[in-house]
């Protein structure tokens, strides 16, 4: 199992350009969250997914949309990326039930200049 | 608000000595408290989970306490080691449910001295 996986590690931008974070994960998992984690600040909820086809805000939404066409697959989007997106994303997923505990990715640093 | 606070923002200690952190919640009724190991580039690794009805729980020389009244938990690490340096966060779950809708602290970075 490669657990969940994220593309690309790190990434720079320019203010106003678009692009999107992949993150996939092979253990079957229902649950599927996107987290950024900035200094100082902990790691912040962005959106959610409890299944293919439905998902729903975290705590920091705005400017960032997602979409779960597959188990498998999360991909978050910026839109029209802001330095105020500089930070480490974090894509977990869990399954319902046993120890409630998330698996998270590896990170993706992003940097918008 | 609702809010979340690990009291140390560093902690440093001596080899074999027990580590404790600890991690406050204000404006909550947690039914899950997790805490997380997080190692420098990587994402948080899973180590404890507690629930609102236990008081403690014990993995090998990790030890968790959940005090609803206080509306506190203590991570302990007894015998520390200098592999045991990362960042600790802990990660409030309201619902009780593995819906990854979970509320960190800002995290402690450990640093056990050989």
């Known amino acids: 199992n490669a657990g969940v996986t994220q593309t690309p590690k790190f990434q720079v931008l320019k203010t106003g350009q678009s692009m999107t974070l992949q993150c996939a994960q092979d253990m079957n998992h229902e649950y599927m969250s996107w987290y950024r984690q900035d200094p100082g600040m902990g790691l912040r909820l962005i959106h959610y997914s409890v299944g293919a086809g439905i998902t729903d805000q975290g705590e920091v939404p705005n400017g960032y949309n997602v979409s779960r066409s597959t188990t498998e697959d999360f991909p978050l989007r910026l839109l029209s990326a802001a330095p105020s997106q500089t930070s480490v994303y974090f894509c977990a997923s869990s399954s319902p039930g046993g120890a409630n505990e998330q698996f998270f990715g590896p990170g993706t640093r992003l940097t918008v200049l | 608000s609702q809010k979340i606070e690990q009291n140390s923002e560093a902690l440093n200690i001596q080899e074999g000595k027990t580590a404790t952190l600890t991690c406050n919640y204000t404006?909550?009724?947690?039914?899950?408290l997790q805490w997380y190991r997080q190692d420098p580039g990587r994402g948080p690794v899973f180590l404890l989970l507690?629930?609102?009805?236990?008081k403690e729980k014990r993995k090998e020389r990790l030890k968790v306490t959940f005090d609803t009244t206080l509306k506190q938990s203590l991570f302990h690490i007894t015998a520390s080691q200098p592999a045991d340096s990362a960042t600790y966060l802990c990660?409030?779950?309201?619902?009780?449910?593995?819906?990854?809708?979970?509320?960190f602290g800002q995290g402690t970075i450990l640093t056990v001295h050989p």
């Open positions: 990660a409030l779950d309201p619902l009780g449910t593995s819906y990854g809708k979970l509320t």
């Open positions: 404006n909550y009724s947690p039914a899950y």
């Open positions: 507690i629930r609102e009805n236990e």
